[in-house]
């Protein structure tokens, strides 16, 4: 595996990972010295410096190798903290691709998207640093460089709520910074013992190499399970997963639109991202044997959280709760285990990101306009802005997972990979799709359905800034849903590779079923399956040749 | 696609090719055309001179006439289709690797095929494929499977749709949201075609999805009102609980049938038939899937939502809930029936799930027709009970008498609805007993129409609901006495008893909506709120007359047709020729459209039809419509003149003297309470109660949980906050002042009025931006 870092980053003249990271950086410092005479320079500065880490990273999506997308690509490494083992070291591969991407065109939208309330200089200051701790915690391969980014992105959004939020906006930021804290606690304990253990073990020097520390799997099978949970907690935190989801709600509520679509679109992913690359890489065996109960958890998530979403009468709130509720989704498909499952619950990664982001831009624009989310004091809205009507209902319906809008395939691909592996907590989760339905659209009807009295008749409709932000949205709804091809293709060997890292170290796993009952005869169709693979790639090969 | 031949399994017979007409081999041309009307509707509709009509019309009548050639080209496929190895010996393409891209040939003539088939040549269906992504070896593809089914189904919905296009251009004329209904219009006709053409059931899924939203959007076109937005969220809602029961029959059979690599519906249905599928699975799948079929065709218990749906524009409520969406159901059904041929035994029992159901459905939906003084909602009911009866015949066996119900059903249907919406269009309501009576005087065209469709509706001889019906019946196999039980699959004493009394009951409640809407004195004249609220008030506050051509000739169309169609499938011995006669009139229908001997259908009996049984229903029919008749055309109409009383005024017969009468009377007049079970009870709990247990616990037990921790840690972050906030960041940039960013505000004055223009400029940016992604990615 060095050895194939070594060859991967020989190709790239240029540490363009380290600059996605840097770049940001560099802008937030940038900010601090600009003056203050012109207070519109700060949104300009802060646009040009994240369209320019976004640029980069559309170079970067164009440059990614598909066919090697199980290797880190573009790797970047160098010492760090030589005497403890710790290296900056940087890498890309399908797994971190599409969180890059999402992160990198997340920013400038939403920079574009929002007006800083007030004191936009620390405002725009504390996104940029933000955006670098977050495609740090996506890019770094070192567990120890993993930790700080983790860390880092902590303080930004702690600020950016405390001081630009809403309501009980100090509550908020305090409750988020320590409910994360508390999980962090646990992930350093659990960082220290990966490391210091391995090195026990091995008598090999100390190192936070990730790709060595899980290829080594140097650790006793009880061992790795405590230390495994220890992980688990900090990201099922950060998921959130029930039952400590409860600062996700006070979090979005209170903060500043440009805080909730961020903490939905990207930071909420740290967690999920987390559990495939630092639990499951990791621990492979721990998260066989753990599976159940984060299907489980993951499950009881869906279900809670659009029930909870039922009946919220503010509609920040609500979308907060549907984000518990998608999430859910996202991890009963990662501990699916099996290709379908990851993939789903990666895309659905991608998708909650999205759609809830561009769910909260929407949400923001409405209190903008009208100086209230509570749904009682909404209605009619479609008369007097039907184009933002339109937007809103297409947002909703991919974030309701309808077929053609991107929510549908990730939402699908998760639920077939769970159900070959929990078939059980697969039918009870698919129920979730029904309350989603409820919720959203009753939401939508009592918003934008009926007359349209007082204020509400007089809301402005989308503008054509507002409107031109929603382009790239609809667009990766639309993509996303119809031709899914592309970025599927590029998650998968990443996937495949995931799936045989746990085959390679864990007895009797067997990605087809976990607990698959002999009624579905899944075991004696090995051999189709082999042929139907050698077939299905001479097909692909010649579906290629046909499109080139 | 086909393990078992990449296997070298040579026995196995796969009656599918990619071979043949290019109409049939491009049929997907049909269900694209009106998604380009859609997108092109959505960009330029309101700057049209038609406000978007005109691409709608265009579209469809393409899609229309592509249908009907592709029809033909079917019929000459099933009479003559051979291929080179087609011949007496059994022949199997194997695909080698170097064929033709995705698609595999498979054609094997059995001649157990043709024994079973009957005919010449064997039944071999026209497979597309084509890759649309693929996930740990698992191929999801996007194709078309055109056989007699969905080449039946592409004329049904083509058919109906243009006429209800042309109809629509009066009877929405003017309205504030013109444009946008005709978009969904074309949407709607696109999703369906797709999900006719559908060769996979995930492709099923999606179309089913589709056809459910658009239904939304048009049961909710005038939302202003709350009934109608809430009658749209009903309807979406209580598809969403069939919906789960698709979803986990679909992955079910993907993982059982399916075998856990494929989607395709012919290579499921054939896995089943060659045994070795687990039976268990496709009880459940089979028993998931008729939770589906209950939401989308509206069986009892989930056909609540489908009269609410009533609050959409009447053309939709032919389209969508009487002719095409609702039958989405039933064709699944159609479509994987080897999964519940073998899942639920049909074959020599007496009794299942999907046939009960069927059956209650169809008697209860056919008492609650009566009790209905909304025009539209006894035809809704009639509407779930006919489907009752579609759903009983698949139950039964009678697979061709139920796609036979499905197409006639169609056309008197609509005719009914369509007719409905002229009545209404002139009074300006759809009460029959307010606003209706008499209306014969007024509109003698559409009375005309309308009593053909209510006399084909109610079965009988020689209209096409007498025909399809009547093989319902007869395939039931009930009661040999009345002969018929031949060689059906089962014995369903129990349904054909039901299937009786709805024959009745259809006839009645029929008799009594033509009086009360036609007969008698006219009670209208008073139009004002309960007018349907379209923008157009022809301003005529006099008497109520004929409605316009756009309106009259699609109800002719569909009154020749209602008069006309049932005669494609006439039973053997009727008129002149043998059944095997390819050229003959007899079992037309059956011929083209029953996939008999093809490797993907069961081997399903037909009973032989017997004069006694048609006899018989058709003197039950008549007896149903006499007593209406009895009592409404004599007694109350005495009455009425006796005592110069409107009917309203009326008392109502039996249900105010006999106590039992009454209840059963309330009983209906609510609905069996189900409404009351949903909304009030469950949905209500859920919002209620459940919802705020759960939000309790979550507040108090969880949030407390960490309350301690939180309170110091709200009071130590606060101490931070303060600090760091007026000590550090705030004072650093104290000078910088408030936020205005000049260039934002000007973006915001640049916005103009043009709301399509804008909304169109969004969304093709978003294409565009989408194509470059796509393409950038694809090199």
Not at chain 2, 476 to 496: K, M
Request: hydrophobic share 50%; net charge negative; aromatic share 12%.
């Amino acid at each position: 595996m060095s050895s194939l870092l070594a060859a991967s980053s020989a190709d790239v003249p240029f540490p363009i990972l380290s600059a996605l990271v840097v770049t940001p950086f560099l802008g937030a410092l940038l900010m601090l010295v600009l003056p203050n005479g012109r207070p519109e320079y700060f949104k300009q500065v802060a646009f040009l410096v994240s369209g320019a880490v976004a640029g980069m990273t559309a170079w970067v999506m164009v440059e990614f190798d598909k066919h090697t997308a199980d290797e880190f690509q573009f790797v970047d490494s160098a010492e760090w903290i030589a005497g403890l083992g710790i290296s900056w070291t940087l890498g890309l591969d399908g797994i971190s691709l599409w969180l890059v991407v999402l992160t990198a065109a997340l920013f400038p939208l939403t920079i574009l998207a929002i007006e800083a309330e007030h004191t936009p200089k620390a405002y725009y200051a504390w996104l940029l640093l933000l955006e670098a701790g977050v495609m740090g915690v996506f890019l770094a391969l070192d567990l120890f460089a993993f930790f700080v980014f983790f860390e880092i992105v902590l303080v930004p959004m702690y600020f950016l709520i405390g001081q630009w939020g809403h309501g009980a906006r100090a509550y908020a930021a305090t409750k988020f910074f320590v409910y994360t804290m508390f999980g962090s606690a646990f992930m350093l304990v659990g960082i220290l013992a990966t490391a210091f253990l391995t090195a026990a073990e091995t008598g090999n020097a100390v190192s936070f190499d990730l790709v060595y520390l899980a290829e080594e799997q140097a650790l006793a099978t009880t061992t790795a399970r405590w230390i495994f949970l220890s992980f688990a907690v900090a990201f099922a935190v950060k998921v959130p997963l029930f039952p400590v989801h409860t600062w996700l709600p006070d979090a979005h509520t209170n903060a500043p639109t440009a805080g909730s679509v961020i903490l939905a679109g990207v930071m909420l992913k740290l967690g999920t991202y987390g559990l495939l690359r630092f639990g499951i890489y990791l621990f492979p065996e721990a998260s066989v044997y753990f599976a159940p109960a984060l299907v489980a958890l993951g499950t009881i998530g869906i279900i809670y959280g659009a029930i909870a979403a039922t009946m919220q009468k503010d509609l920040k709130r609500l979308v907060a709760y549907s984000s518990v509720a998608h999430l859910g989704f996202i991890v009963i498909g990662t501990f699916a285990l099996n290709t379908e499952g990851l993939s789903g619950g990666l895309l659905q990664m991608v998708n909650h990101g999205i759609s809830t982001g561009a769910l909260f831009l929407l949400v923001g624009w409405i209190y903008d306009r009208r100086h209230t989310r509570l749904i009682a004091e909404l209605g009619g809205l479609q008369k007097p802005a039907p184009v933002f009507a339109a937007v809103f209902m297409v947002v909703m319906l991919s974030s309701v997972g309808l077929p053609g809008l991107n929510g549908f395939v990730g939402e699908f691909l998760a639920l077939l990979g769970a159900f070959a592996a929990h078939r059980w907590w697969a039918i009870v989760a698919a129920t979730g799709v029904v309350i989603a339905a409820l919720y959203l659209l009753w939401a939508y009807q009592r918003v934008f359905h009926g007359p349209a009295e007082g204020d509400n008749a007089e809301m402005k409709d989308l503008t054509w800034s507002e409107g031109a932000i929603m382009v790239p949205f609809l667009a990766a709804i639309f993509v996303m849903g119809l031709y899914p091809a592309p970025v599927l293709e590029r998650m998968e060997p990443a996937v495949d590779a995931l799936i045989e890292h746990i085959e390679g170290n864990v007895e009797d796993f067997d990605e087809a079923d976990a607990d698959q009952g002999e009624d579905l005869d899944v075991d004696d169709l090995k051999d189709l399956g082999k042929k139907k693979d050698s077939k299905a790639t001479d097909e692909s090969a010649l579906v290629e040749g046909g499109a080139g | 696609m086909f393990p078992h031949l990449a296997a070298g399994a040579v026995s196995e017979v796969s009656t599918v090719t990619n071979e043949a007409n290019w109409l049939l081999e491009n049929a997907w041309l049909i269900a694209l055309l009106p998604a380009i009307s859609f997108v092109l509707i959505l960009f330029f509709g309101k700057k049209m001179p038609f406000k978007g009509a005109e691409f709608g019309i265009t579209a469809v009548s393409i899609s229309f006439i592509l249908a009907i050639l592709t029809g033909a080209a079917w019929m000459d496929h099933r009479d003559n289709f051979t291929l080179d190895t087609y011949g007496e010996k059994a022949a199997v393409l194997v695909d080698d690797g170097t064929g033709s891209a995705v698609d595999n040939v498979t054609l094997a003539a059995g001649t157990a095929a043709e024994a079973a088939g009957g005919d010449g040549q064997a039944y071999v269906a026209v497979q597309k494929t084509t890759q649309w992504l693929q996930s740990g070896g698992v191929e999801f593809n996007a194709g078309i499977m055109v056989d007699g089914l969905s080449v039946m189904m592409l004329f049904v919905v083509t058919m109906i749709s243009l006429l209800v296009h042309i109809y629509s251009t009066d009877y929405v004329g003017g309205d504030r949201r013109y444009t946008h209904f005709f978009a969904f219009l074309s949407l709607f006709t696109s999703s369906m075609l797709f999900f006719v053409l559908s060769d996979n059931i995930l492709q099923m899924i999606v179309g089913w999805e589709l056809v459910g939203v658009c239904s939304f959007a048009l049961i909710g076109h005038w939302w202003e009102e709350k009934p109608n937005s809430d009658a749209a969220l009903k309807a979406f809602i209580t598809n969403r609980v069939g919906d789960v029961g698709l979803l986990v029959g679909m992955i079910t059979l993907f993982f059982a049938a399916g075998k856990g690599m494929t989607f395709d519906t012919i290579t499921i249905n054939e896995n089943i038939l060659q045994g070795g599928v687990s039976h268990t699975a496709l009880v459940v799948a089979a028993a998931c899937l008729t939770i589906a079929v209950m939401s989308k065709s509206g069986q009892f218990v989930l056909h609540t939502w489908l009269p609410d749906a009533m609050a959409g524009p009447t053309p939709v409520s032919a389209l969508i809930h009487a002719a095409t969406m609702v039958v989405a159901g039933i064709y699944m059904v159609a479509r994987l029936f080897p999964v519940f041929w073998e899942g639920m035994q049909i074959d020599g029992s007496s009794i299942n799930f999907l046939a009960t159901v069927g059956a209650v459905t169809l008697v209860g939906a056919g008492l609650l027709a009566f009790v209905q003084d909304d025009i539209k909602k006894v035809l809704a009911y009639s509407t779930v009970s006919q489907l009752g009866y579609m759903a009983m015949a698949l139950g039964v066996g009678a697979w061709t008498a139920a796609v036979f119900h499905l197409f006639t059903h169609a056309f008197f249907k609509a005719n009914l609805f369509l007719g409905s919406g002229s009545v209404a269009h002139a009074v300006h309501s759809f009460d029959m007993k307010k606003d209706m009576g008499g209306m014969r005087k007024f509109m003698p065209k559409t009375y005309v129409t309308f009593v053909i469709g209510s006399l084909a509706l109610a079965g009988l001889f020689p209209l096409a609901g007498f025909w399809s019906k009547d093989e319902i019946l007869v395939n039931t196999g009930g009661w040999g006495i009345l002969g018929g039980s031949g060689s059906a699959p089962g014995s369903y004493t129990f349904h054909f008893v039901m299937g009786m009394i709805g024959a009745a009951l259809t006839a009645a409640y029929m008799t009594r909506c033509v009086y009360l809407t036609f007969h008698g004195e006219y009670r209208g004249g008073h139009h004002d709120d309960h007018a349907e609220d379209h923008a157009d008030d022809h301003g005529h506050h006099g008497e109520p007359h004929e409605s316009g051509p756009r309106i009259l000739y699609p109800l002719y169309i569909l009154s020749a047709f209602s008069i006309l169609v049932g005669f494609a499938n006439l039973p053997p011995g009727f008129l002149t020729g043998s059944k095997k006669d390819p050229a003959g009139w007899q079992e037309r229908f059956l011929h083209f459209i029953e996939p008999a001997g093809s490797s993907y259908f069961p081997a399903v009996g037909h009973a032989t039809p017997s004069w006694w049984l048609a006899i018989v229903a058709s003197l039950v029919a008549v007896a149903g419509a006499g007593a209406a008749f009895t009592y409404y055309f004599v007694k109350v109409d005495r009455l009425a003149q006796r005592t110069g009383e409107h009917l309203v005024g009326l008392p109502n017969g039996v249900t105010t003297t006999n106590a039992l009468a009454r209840a059963g009377h309330k009983l209906l007049v609510n609905k069996y309470y189900l409404d009351h079970l949903y909304t009030g009870i469950i949905a209500g709990g859920t919002k209620g109660p459940i919802a705020k247990a759960a939000y309790w616990v979550n507040q108090n037990v969880l949030d407390g949980t960490v309350d301690g921790a939180g309170r110091t840690a709200v009071q130590s972050g606060k101490l931070v906050y303060e600090k760091i906030d007026q000590g550090v960041v705030d004072g650093a940039i104290n000078a910088s002042g408030r936020t205005s960013d000049a260039i934002g505000e000007e973006l915001r004055h640049i916005n103009t009025g043009r709301v399509q223009n804008y909304a169109a400029i969004m969304f093709a940016g978003a294409a565009i931006l989408a194509g470059a992604f796509v393409l950038l990615l694809a090199l």
